[in-house]
């Protein structure tokens, strides 16, 4: 069986990187019950790029966290390639998370003490088969800057240093939750064009939350959510890149 993703044809059996089943998020303070995932089901697939719509609370982050092991699920399961990933041990959910899984978040969350080469050397001197920080830092458009601190570089730049981070170790899943959140659009448009390149040169499934629905042409998929349940789905026949976009 195949699906349309894009202009790429996907094989729902074979290609299906990431999966969750009856994803369920309940969170308790004293008697107040706070359902921030009802039952989402969902499959991401190899080296497409799925955006993730929806208002604050709307569950995005907390499904997010759940697929890349941040987090655990009340209920239901999630599976990395037909291997369960949650329920599991928190041993196994590091593994997962170190050998699997890159993320990017809002803020840079960059070490000021080091270079833009070596915050990225952090992770690759754990990874099992990284890149060099070279390559990821010329990935991501940043080979003459690989000697700056944090505070000798913009914001634009400080979050492309994140995405050379998380994408050295050359993971399976790439997941950016709002990653152009605090930058201006003119900015935000230079880091999704990096989180662009990622995926269409290195085939890194990949899935990113925003607020902005004028991201959403950039991708194979889009997901929108509202209160914690996927409420629309659809494929682009199409794809865009982010410098075709309308801002």
């Not at 994803?23 to 995932?37: D, F, P």
Request: proline share 3%; with cysteine; aromatic share 4%.
């Amino acid at each position: 069986m195949t699906a349309t993703t894009g202009a790429r044809q996907v094989d729902t059996e074979d290609r299906v990187t990431l999966s969750g089943r009856g994803l369920t998020k309940v969170y308790r303070t004293g008697e107040v019950e706070v359902h921030a995932l009802a039952g989402v089901d969902l499959d991401l697939y190899q080296s497409e790029l799925v955006v993730l719509l929806g208002q604050s609370g709307s569950g995005k982050s907390t499904l997010l966290n759940i697929l890349g092991g941040l987090d655990i699920p009340t209920a239901g399961q999630v599976t990395f390639r037909g291997k369960t990933v949650t329920p599991a041990g928190e041993a196994e959910l590091t593994r997962y998370r170190r050998d699997h899984v890159g993320f990017v978040f809002q803020f840079y969350n960059l070490i000021p003490s080091l270079t833009a080469r070596e915050n990225v050397a952090l992770v690759t001197e754990i990874a099992a088969a990284p890149m060099s920080p070279d390559a990821a830092l010329d990935l991501v458009g940043l080979g003459e800057r690989m000697d700056h601190f944090p505070a000798q570089l913009s914001g634009g730049e400080q979050q492309r240093v994140a995405i050379a981070r998380a994408i050295a170790k050359q993971p399976d899943i790439l997941l950016c939750d709002e990653p152009t959140g605090a930058l201006d659009s003119q900015t935000g448009i230079l880091v999704l064009a990096a989180i662009e390149k990622v995926n269409r040169e290195l085939g890194t499934t990949t899935a990113l939350i925003t607020h902005n629905r004028a991201i959403a042409d950039m991708a194979d998929r889009v997901i929108e959510l509202a209160d914690g349940q996927i409420a629309d789905m659809r494929e682009n026949t199409a794809r865009r890149h982010v410098a075709e976009l309308e801002w």
